[in-house]
């Protein structure tokens, strides 16, 4: 299960069951509509196309559509 808030023109999506020291992994396509956030260590990707967010990743708002 992921999280998302929206916060401006992204959401910023994370995992509730992410605590500091214990964090999860979950994995995007690495291209639009997710971005990594700005303050993420880039300890390199051994997976060409995937990203991999520890903390969490943003999603572009307009490319997303939302269900309700």
């Known amino acids: 299960m992921l999280f ?3 916060m401006g023109e992204k959401y910023r999506f994370w995992d509730p069951n992410s605590v500091p020291m214990a964090n999860t992994v ?4 690495d291209e639009k ?3 990594p956030l700005d303050d993420i260590m880039d300890w390199g990707n051994p997976h060409p196309g995937l990203l991999f967010c520890e903390d969490g990743c943003y999603a572009i708002a307009r490319d997303i559509k939302e269900k309700g």
């Open 4 to 6: 998302a808030k929206k």
């Open 26 to 29: 979950f994995v995007v396509p």
């Open 33 to 35: 509509p997710f971005i």
